[in-house]
């Protein structure tokens, strides 16, 4: 009898499921389109029902599309956003909206986290303050107290779902410790809360549920579940994990020194370590757990780099669009550098380090240049990125090369992208043969889970085999280190410009 694995990725963008067979080869895939709302500058959330039917809606697709049989499927793994968050009720039920990671509404709390208790907070969570659990937990709190109250337990978006799967209420709600590095109330390398930092601030401790690890069976589903998404009841769920760290999971990445590029509605750089050590210098860099113990996977991104292309296409180049393959053509005929012009990526606030009212920018335009230069531009600017990313990394962990990146998601399809970077970093770039890593990561963790997938590394490797190699080229190189001084010229020309303003009353 054939046995499937059934993941689940809840995107920024959309939901996407797959269906795996034992060798991690995926038999189908099933998508749903996100919807983001908002009404003000700033404030981007998802309705947690929308979210939860996402999921129903492609399972149920999932299994139509592909004939199989529920029975046959062993387990169900799931991941998700990792740095937005949201609440629930003691029933389990949704008692705030999802709070996306792409929410700046709780700027002012990152100031108050950082002016007292900044150098606590990077030291036990791994990563600088930023606009992620802690600062959204106290935006509800002060802003929306009857919401706060009602609060049982504030969850994932994955922890939410998988909670809904197997009925369980907020007494059983769980945390992965994948994500940890996105809570500045957590212990990161204790796995435990900062009770001391809770307290502080005023955050009930039973607000933050159990600390688990991705691979814990949390429940198996239930009758409801299983009839709205054409399942049985009774398959494990597993408590699940973040999307990056599903992402980096299923991409590998297992042996120290080695580079992942998750080049999606974000852009990610995040690498492999076997210690613990903080950015205290820099806040730049987060440390993520990998769902393997004894990994550490730090990593530093910008928030909305993919958002930023889209938004160039939709936006400059008419109606309707121009397509990525039309706009990369053109780009690929401008020469390295843009002829001078730079582009700030940072729409949605500067993350790492933590600059909330920095805006995007492009600086030096003049009348020659065209849309294939700003294009060209805003790919650079991502690769500039990763430059201040690496040197960070090289700095911190000196024993390890870091000479080659592999790249995964939608990013990964541009053949022009993925030589800049390798101009930029000046290493090669690998792109792989599938782009479901995230998908396939949590799949993984479920199928090990059940005891399914006893070699788990050996079939993510076969599953993820090598495609397109990018070799740097020299001349470019060249062009693209006094570029790299530019870009971090320009970021620090842009610091402060929101405070600024408003001092000027615009």
């Given at each position: 009898?054939?046995?499937?694995?059934?993941?689940?990725?809840?995107?920024t963008?959309?939901?996407?499921?797959?269906l795996l067979?034992?060798?991690l080869?995926?038999?189908?895939?099933?998508?749903?389109?996100?919807?983001?709302?908002?009404?003000?500058?700033?404030?981007?959330w998802?309705?947690p029902?929308?979210?939860y039917?996402?999921?129903v809606?492609?399972?149920r697709?999932?299994?139509?599309?592909?004939?199989?049989?529920?029975?046959?499927?062993e387990?169900?793994?799931?991941?998700?956003q990792?740095?937005?968050?949201?609440?629930?009720?003691k029933?389990?039920?949704?008692?705030?909206?999802?709070?996306?990671?792409?929410?700046?509404?709780?700027?002012?709390?990152?100031?108050?986290?950082?002016?007292?208790?900044?150098?606590?907070?990077?030291?036990?969570?791994?990563?600088?303050?930023?606009?992620?659990?802690?600062?959204?937990?106290l935006?509800?709190?002060?802003?929306r107290?009857?919401?706060?109250?009602?609060?049982?337990?504030?969850?994932?978006p994955?922890?939410?779902?998988?909670?809904?799967?197997?009925?369980?209420?907020?007494?059983?709600?769980?945390?992965?410790?994948?994500?940890?590095?996105?809570?500045?109330f957590?212990?990161?390398?204790?796995?435990?809360?900062?009770?001391?930092l809770?307290?502080?601030?005023?955050?009930?401790s039973?607000?933050?549920?159990?600390?688990?690890s991705?691979?814990?069976?949390?429940?198996?589903?239930?009758?409801?579940?299983a009839?709205?998404a054409?399942?049985?009841?009774?398959?494990?769920?597993?408590?699940?994990?973040g999307?990056?760290?599903?992402s980096?999971?299923?991409?590998?990445m297992?042996?120290?020194g080695?580079?992942?590029?998750?080049?999606g509605t974000?852009?990610?750089?995040?690498?492999?370590v076997?210690?613990?050590?903080?950015?205290?210098?820099?806040k730049?860099?987060?440390?993520?757990?990998?769902?393997?113990?004894?990994?550490w996977?730090?990593?530093?991104?910008?928030?909305g780099?993919?958002?930023?292309i889209r938004?160039?296409?939709?936006?400059?180049?008419?109606?309707?669009?121009?397509?990525?393959?039309?706009?990369e053509?053109?780009?690929?005929?401008?020469?390295?550098?843009?002829n001078g012009?730079l582009?700030?990526?940072?729409?949605?606030?500067?993350?790492?380090?933590?600059?909330?009212?920095?805006?995007?920018?492009?600086?030096?335009?003049?009348?020659?240049?065209?849309k294939?230069?700003?294009?060209?531009a805003v790919?650079?600017?991502?690769?500039?990125?990763?430059a201040?990313?690496?040197?960070?990394?090289?700095?911190?962990?000196?024993?390890?090369?870091?000479?080659?990146?592999?790249?995964?998601?939608?990013?990964?399809?541009?053949?022009?992208?993925?030589?800049?970077?390798?101009?930029v970093?000046?290493?090669q770039?690998?792109?792989?043969?599938?782009?479901?890593?995230?998908l396939?990561?949590?799949a993984?963790?479920?199928g090990?889970?059940?005891?399914?997938?006893k070699?788990y590394?050996g079939?993510?490797?076969?599953a993820?085999?090598?495609?397109?190699?990018?070799?740097?080229?020299?001349?470019?190189?060249?062009?693209?280190?006094?570029?790299i001084?530019?870009?971090?010229?320009?970021?620090?020309?842009?610091?402060?410009?929101?405070?600024?303003?408003?001092?000027?009353?615009?």
């Amino acid at each position: 009898m054939d046995r499937y694995l059934i993941s689940i990725d809840i995107g920024t963008q959309g939901t996407k499921a797959a269906l795996l067979d034992e060798q991690l080869q995926v038999i189908g895939t099933s998508f749903e389109a996100s919807r983001l709302l908002g009404e003000k500058a700033g404030e981007i959330w998802q309705e947690p029902d929308e979210i939860y039917g996402s999921c129903v809606r492609t399972v149920r697709n999932l299994m139509d599309k592909t004939g199989a049989s529920p029975s046959c499927v062993e387990a169900i793994g799931v991941d998700s956003q990792m740095a937005g968050i949201m609440g629930i009720d003691k029933e389990g039920e949704a008692s705030t909206c999802y709070d996306s990671w792409l929410d700046t509404r709780c700027s002012s709390y990152i100031k108050l986290l950082e002016s007292e208790a900044g150098d606590e907070i990077l030291t036990c969570s791994g990563g600088p303050v930023t606009g992620s659990h802690a600062a959204k937990i106290l935006w509800w709190k002060h802003q929306r107290p009857q919401q706060y109250e009602k609060t049982a337990a504030f969850v994932l978006p994955h922890g939410y779902v998988t909670g809904k799967m197997v009925g369980n209420k907020a007494d059983k709600a769980v945390f992965d410790h994948t994500c940890l590095h996105f809570n500045n109330f957590s212990d990161n390398e204790k796995k435990q809360w900062n009770e001391g930092l809770m307290t502080h601030f005023g955050i009930e401790s039973e607000k933050l549920p159990r600390i688990v690890s991705p691979f814990e069976i949390i429940g198996t589903t239930t009758e409801r579940f299983a009839k709205e998404a054409d399942l049985i009841s009774g398959i494990p769920v597993t408590a699940g994990l973040g999307d990056s760290a599903a992402s980096t999971f299923g991409s590998g990445m297992f042996e120290t020194g080695m580079l992942l590029d998750c080049a999606g509605t974000a852009s990610i750089l995040c690498s492999v370590v076997d210690a613990y050590v903080p950015d205290r210098k820099n806040k730049t860099l987060v440390m993520m757990r990998s769902p393997m113990e004894g990994l550490w996977l730090p990593l530093s991104y910008i928030a909305g780099g993919g958002l930023c292309i889209r938004w160039l296409r939709d936006q400059l180049t008419g109606e309707p669009a121009m397509s990525y393959e039309e706009l990369e053509e053109m780009a690929r005929r401008i020469p390295a550098g843009c002829n001078g012009l730079l582009f700030n990526p940072h729409f949605s606030g500067r993350v790492l380090p933590p600059e909330p009212g920095m805006k995007g920018a492009f600086l030096g335009l003049d009348f020659n240049h065209t849309k294939a230069d700003m294009y060209r531009a805003v790919l650079e600017s991502i690769a500039c990125e990763y430059a201040i990313y690496l040197e960070i990394l090289r700095d911190l962990f000196h024993k390890e090369n870091f000479e080659k990146l592999n790249v995964v998601g939608g990013g990964s399809k541009s053949r022009l992208l993925n030589q800049i970077k390798a101009d930029v970093l000046e290493i090669q770039v690998q792109t792989c043969e599938t782009g479901e890593t995230a998908l396939i990561g949590s799949a993984a963790v479920a199928g090990a889970a059940v005891g399914l997938l006893k070699d788990y590394k050996g079939k993510i490797k076969s599953a993820i085999a090598g495609k397109d190699c990018y070799i740097p080229e020299p001349h470019n190189s060249e062009i693209y280190r006094k570029k790299i001084i530019r870009h971090r010229q320009m970021l620090k020309m842009l610091s402060g410009w929101k405070e600024e303003m408003e001092i000027c009353g615009l």
